[in-house]
């Protein structure tokens, strides 16, 4: 059962169009029921941030609580690839004590659709802010720069065999953040992975939620 806290918005979901903006916060019921953790990474080392030129940091994923946030983030954000076919390299999903956010462009309302139904299917989350721009050229655009950067990386010595992914995501303004998220076995991969990015398209806003794991 979804029911509506709030609504900012100049449409409904119902008749939202192209440009437009689709921003709810939802109270999500039917996530209260923890659900059994397959394939859970290995623990992840302590790491201290470093902020970088252009206003994001090296480690967005620092503490006990926003590494374990970080890694149920992964794990609704593969859902959403993997069981309801949408791509999430154009989104930025957060979480926080079992609070979410997710923003950044979309199709059509079909993708609005299937996010909601995948986060409410995988649990976890007992409020969810949606922030969603239906803007499929501009999503394109984003998407083709998200797959740019990710093949940037993975052409890099130390990175190749990472689990590292990529997203663009686009705010209302038109500046673009870039969205790194997966896991990296030692620190210095994770900044050279932010590096790289920066030196590729120093434009860019950085934010980088890599956690370091042990072998």
Known sequence: MVSALATRSTCTAETLCPGQEYHKVVTLIDLMKPRPQDNQPRKPRGSSGRADSSGGTFDDAKGTDNVHDELQTCKLIDGLEFRHGVDPSTLDLQIRHGRGSIRGLVTDQ???DAIRDSLMEEGGITDLEVSLRIAPTMREEDRDLARSLQMDLENVRGLAEADIRVACVQSAAGQ?????????TRMVQKQLAGLVVLRRHDELRLRNRLLVVGR
Do not use: Y
């Open 110 to 112: 079909e993708e609005i």
């Open 176 to 184: 673009r953040t870039v969205v790194l998220r997966g896991s990296v």
